[in-house]
């Protein structure tokens, strides 16, 4: 699987658009970019994946360049309940094996 | 996601004790994984399971031995604890006939503790 490279932290005002890079410059051809967010000790929440096209769901959009070397994860307006650690993984189709790095601390703030 | 249980959320051992973590899904999913989290660093894969007879050793299975009573109930158990142990467990579940791709959902998580 790619290894992944993302920031150490990053703020946000809240109500602001939340834009988290993520760096896989190793990435294959069948592999997926997934992002998962985890909010204190709680369990990690899936937000979204893709392949090569953006995607956009409830949650956020995800962009991905069209080398699939990079991508970023927008949260469109961003509330004080998005602060938490978020992670980029990037993973096979049958993306059993999630490996999760540092990630990136995302703190919103008023 | 309350689809995903686990119990205890939390415990206290000592060393050399045997303790078992249980984790149950109403999901109807038919993958199930167990990670450990340590302070400031990511999850990291114990052992994983496809269906209830199939079991598969992660990163780091060394210390750990599972068993998946039932498509919903996937238990983790540390036969000697020992205090390097201590750490955020976390179950989790996907299913590829929800999905066309492996999505995993997590439980809340139980922290141990070995004294």
């Known amino acids: 699987d790619a290894k992944t490279t993302q920031p150490t932290s990053m703020d946000c005002a809240e109500g602001r658009a939340a834009n988290l890079p993520c760096n896989h410059s190793t990435i294959s051809g069948n592999e997926y970019v997934y992002w998962y967010r985890q909010i204190h000790s709680q369990g990690p929440q899936y937000i979204i994946h893709g392949l090569k096209n953006n995607e956009t769901n409830e949650m956020a959009s995800l962009i991905i360049t069209e080398d699939r070397k990079s991508s970023t994860l927008i949260l469109p307006h961003a509330t004080l309940r998005d602060t938490a650690v978020y992670y980029c993984?990037?993973?096979?189709?049958?993306?059993?094996?999630?490996?999760f790095g540092a990630g990136t601390i995302l703190r919103v703030k008023s | 996601d309350a689809d995903v249980t686990q119990t205890p959320r939390n415990r206290i051992t000592k060393t050399g004790k045997r303790i078992m973590l249980e984790c149950s899904q109403t999901k109807g999913h038919d993958r199930m994984y167990w990670y450990r989290q340590d302070p400031g660093l990511g999850l990291r894969l114990i052992y994983y399971?496809?269906?209830?007879?199939?079991?598969n050793k992660g990163e780091i299975s060394d210390g750990y031995s599972v068993s998946r009573q039932a498509q919903a109930k996937f238990s983790l158990s540390l036969e000697s604890a020992i205090p390097n142990q201590t750490a955020l467990y976390f179950c989790?579940?996907?299913?590829?006939?929800?999905?066309?791709?492996?999505?995993?959902?997590f439980g809340p998580g139980t922290r141990l503790t070995v004294l």
């Open positions: 993984i990037v993973t096979g189709e049958y993306g059993n094996k999630l490996v």
């Open positions: 399971s496809f269906d209830v007879k199939d079991i």
């Open positions: 989790a579940t996907s299913d590829l006939q929800f999905s066309s791709t492996d999505t995993q959902y």
